[in-house]
């Protein structure tokens, strides 16, 4: 167990989005964030209170946990200070990145020295079995995206919450660090051997009652040249029932990828059906998400509006006008 409330640590972040693990803390667990520490440059705020180390141990921070999800997830030597200080103030660390806490010497001899912690929350704990394909009971939703980091968690967990506050039977499944982070639980999909992905996928969501939802936390993108393998995983593994499109709209490439344009909606919609009937044929597109933080009120309207009508499908930001009528869409 991670113990809370945390401090997250922004870093050095280049700009929010990078920050995606300890936004993610803030909007769906924040009762669990008590400050944040930023190195100087920084360029993520979570609108929280700047902590030093010996500020958060004093409102009772237990945990720092690095809410920085770089290219590469790697542990960066400018933050090394910062960490060892937090152990030695008596502060555990938590981490979903790549690079290992484990594996950093420093790291780990100064938990040792001073009785701490390091929780590497992206290690496969679980022998989890090669894919079958076999058919299982109860229902799926899966988030697939025009790209990385354009929602496909916050739409899981929006749809969860209200398929609750309905009185429905659902899980939220998370597969990526910030999932599990929030949740506790979950398969850190990205760090499992890729011949193993797809039947970790099933492990995480198997036979259900008939009437029970998985939501499936989505991963990368099928069209991004360097994550797509995660993505495809997730849709054979997780024989969806039920498809929602994620996307958004002011990005002008696939994220850190400058020479590659978004694909379409069309694109995602024809291209994700159709690898998802190879395993489910009864498999549906059912709505898009679309992140419109970026967007004005009126904007957001208008451009969810327009996709709509272009799609023939519900359109809505599920995280700021909320996920009613995507779950409505699923029955």
Excluded at 119 to 140: E, L
Excluded at 154 to 174: I, S, V
């Amino acid at each position: 167990m991670i113990d809370a409330p945390y401090l997250l640590f922004l870093g050095d972040a280049p700009d929010p989005l990078a920050a995606k693990v300890a936004q993610g803390i803030c909007d769906w667990r924040p009762d669990m964030a008590i400050g944040q520490f930023r190195l100087e440059g920084c360029k993520a705020d979570m609108k929280l209170t700047d902590m030093t180390i010996a500020e958060a141990v004093e409102a009772g921070a237990k945990t720092l946990v690095i809410g920085v999800a770089n290219r590469g997830g790697v542990v960066s030597p400018l933050w090394q200070d910062v960490l060892i200080e937090a152990l030695a103030s008596g502060m555990d660390i938590a981490s979903g990145l790549h690079n290992l806490l484990r594996d950093e010497p420093a790291l780990v001899e100064a938990a040792r020295a001073h009785g701490r912690t390091l929780h590497d929350v992206r290690i496969p704990t679980v022998k989890y079995p090669i894919a079958s394909g076999v058919k299982r009971t109860g229902k799926r939703c899966l988030a697939v995206g025009t790209d990385c980091s354009v929602g496909k968690m916050y739409t899981a967990l929006a749809m969860d919450a209200e398929m609750r506050e309905r009185g429905m039977k659902c899980t939220f499944r998370a597969t990526g660090q910030t999932g599990i982070l929030i949740t506790g639980d979950g398969v850190p999909l990205d760090a499992v051997i890729a011949d193993f992905m797809a039947g970790a996928v099933e492990w995480l969501t198997p036979d259900n009652d008939a009437d029970h939802w998985d939501l499936i936390e989505g991963q990368g993108s099928l069209f991004h040249a360097s994550y797509s393998g995660v993505t495809m995983a997730l849709v054979h593994g997780g024989q969806a029932d039920a498809l929602i499109l994620c996307h958004e709209p002011t990005r002008t490439h696939m994220r850190g990828l400058p020479d590659y344009d978004l694909p379409t909606l069309e694109d995602l919609r024809d291209t994700a059906l159709h690898l998802a009937r190879r395993v489910n044929s009864a498999c549906e597109v059912v709505g898009i998400s679309i992140n419109t933080a970026a967007l004005s009120d009126a904007e957001a309207e208008k451009y969810l509006t327009e996709v709509e009508a272009r799609m023939g499908l519900p359109a809505v930001d599920p995280y700021r006008h909320g996920a009613t009528r995507l779950v409505d869409a699923l029955s």
